[in-house]
């Protein structure tokens, strides 16, 4: 890692246990010069006084102002280099993790669709291929949900079933005219008949809980990986530029080419350097702590997987349900609702029984299908478990990280380290974490009265993201924007429960929204509006009610 930038520093620290070369001819300083690409003229042949310097300040020197300018510059691209580079696995972390579970939720739908697709042609045959559009608008809700769409899951399953209800009823009594106004009445005895047993309520509770954490999870790995995206791009106040430039090239104006800093003085640099991005950390941890909470709904009793594979089963056993007792079924209908009107037409010949008669069989072992590459949720969350937990207190960690780099600094404490005056032991004791804590840095200037505002944004989206991450761990449902429709921006309907947490009102709130492009690479997010305007629209659901 890091290996252009390290090979560039490893041309001003020739070796680790050398003793460092101090000599007032600057040939040598020269030549390091040029193989990184800096030439100057008018460069002294031999070390001159360093009054002139500005950053570089010696009693002797083989630094020119234009060459300290230079290296100030080659300092700063270095620097922005090695803090991207040090954070490049986190930000590979949360894109491939990202790619992997959306592409695995996606083609877990698809596979589950086309499976009871399948199965429901070869049991029921033609009543399901005169009714399929039912079946193929519930999964497609169920996608638009899980894409960010402004879904409610408990009114869009209730309408699904309502809508179930409606077509049976209209097979199995196909010798009434049933007219939109009865069917209307029907749905009004929906919760008093129970046509289908206990099967909707506890498909209902499933599949709410598993496609919330499953959203939300895959949310919380998008704002990760633009947090750490954004994070990772520094802003190098003046201050920090002449700190590291002191810091890696000062030593080599001085006739140094074979010393490097001190690590206790490496970290006090990179501490005032970095000192926003440390106090992202506590916040960073609260997030990390909360997706690990919705990993346990990934391989709980409501893993999405173990939800949706069967759910052709269940949906089945349904529709048995309610053939078992349809002569009973019609009868409370028509007390409730009035005897309709005879449609003029004979009944089917088939009888009530026929209409549903094939009893349906699940998957054998071998006909099970497999979802994105191969793969089960239970080695996805394995994993990830596994990347969080490394990246727990990574913002506070990234100076030691950078430090201890072997050609950053020394690896341990020596007398014959460049402390930035000279060569010897760096005397000042290591500064704590966070911006508050470098008002007395003796290496950098940090004015604490000003905290970084990108870091704010980050800091405050990532605690929106905690918020609903604990949300869905307890069930809620969560607002999301829809993201296919960039108008929405208000309007009631969220599905979300009476327990559910609303955002806190404020223009500050900067939360990703699940984006339509799938692709990990293309990593622009978008952002939720004010709190207030953060409501959903209720899907307006219509299905065609005619069955010949």
Excluded at 348 to 356: E, I, K, N, P, Y
Excluded at 372 to 385: E, H, Y
Aim: hydrophobic fraction near 35%; charged fraction near 25%.
């Amino acid at each position: 890692m890091m290996v252009g930038v390290l090979c560039a520093l490893g041309l001003l620290l020739l070796s680790c246990g050398g003793e460092e070369l101090r000599t007032e001819n600057c040939s040598s300083a020269v030549s390091i010069w040029t193989d990184l690409g800096i030439t100057a003229e008018h460069t002294p042949e031999h070390t001159v006084t360093g009054d002139h310097l500005q950053v570089c300040v010696q009693e002797r020197t083989c630094c020119t102002q234009e060459v300290e300018e230079k290296l100030s510059e080659r300092s700063k691209h270095e620097f922005e280099k090695l803090v991207d580079e040090a954070s490049e696995d986190l930000r590979n972390t949360f894109v491939s993790r990202h790619k992997r579970f959306d592409e695995f939720f996606l083609e877990l739908l698809e596979n589950t669709e086309r499976s009871l697709n399948e199965m429901f042609v070869r049991t029921y045959g033609k009543p399901y291929m005169q009714n399929a559009e039912v079946f193929q608008g519930l999964f497609s809700e169920l996608k638009r949900y899980y894409t960010g769409g402004n879904v409610n899951l408990e009114e869009m399953l209730n309408d699904f079933w309502t809508r179930l209800l409606e077509r049976m009823f209209q097979l199995l009594n196909s010798q009434y005219l049933i007219t939109e106004e009865y069917l209307e009445c029907i749905s009004k005895y929906m919760d008093q008949l129970k046509p289908f047993g206990d099967v909707p309520k506890k498909l209902k509770s499933q599949v709410t809980r598993a496609f919330i954490a499953a959203r939300t999870f895959v949310q919380g790995l998008m704002v990760g990986r633009e947090v750490a995206n954004r994070v990772s791009k520094v802003s190098m106040s003046v201050a920090c530029v002449k700190a590291v430039t002191k810091m890696l090239y000062c030593p080599s104006c001085g006739g140094l080419t074979a010393v490097k800093p001190c690590r206790s003085y490496c970290l006090n640099v990179l501490k005032g350097c970095l000192a926003n991005q440390a106090d992202l950390d506590p916040e960073w941890t609260h997030y990390i702590d909360a997706m690990l909470l919705v990993t346990e709904r990934l391989e709980g009793p409501f893993n999405i997987e173990s939800v949706m594979e069967p759910i052709d089963v269940k949906i089945s056993e349904a529709i048995m349900n309610m053939q078992d007792k349809s002569v009973q079924l019609s009868y409370q209908v028509f007390q409730g609702c009035g005897q309709p009107k005879p449609s003029g037409m004979r009944r089917s010949a088939r009888g009530v029984s026929d209409v549903f008669s094939t009893r349906f069989k699940p998957y054998s072992i071998e006909e099970l299908p497999t979802t994105a590459a191969g793969t089960s949720l239970d080695r996805l969350v394995i994993d990830i478990k596994e990347k969080l937990k490394l990246s727990k207190n990574f913002w506070s960690l990234l100076p030691e990280g950078i430090c201890q780099e072997e050609h950053v600094a020394v690896e341990t404490e020596e007398e014959d380290c460049w402390n930035g005056q000279e060569v010897g032991r760096y005397v000042p004791e290591v500064l704590k974490d966070g911006l508050t804590q470098q008002v007395n840095n003796p290496e950098v200037s940090v004015d604490i009265t000003r905290p970084d505002s990108l870091i704010r944004q980050q800091v405050m989206a990532l605690k929106v993201m905690t918020n609903k991450l604990k949300n869905a761990y307890n069930g809620n449902d969560i607002y999301f924007q829809d993201s296919s429709d960039e108008s929405s921006g208000s309007g009631s309907g969220s599905g979300c429960m009476e327990s559910c947490v609303t955002e806190p009102d404020g223009s500050i709130t900067e939360s990703p929204v699940l984006e339509t492009d799938r692709s990990a690479e293309h990593s622009s997010v978008a952002l939720l509006h004010q709190a207030s305007a953060l409501s959903l629209i209720l899907p307006s659901l219509t299905l065609i009610h005619h069955c010949r």
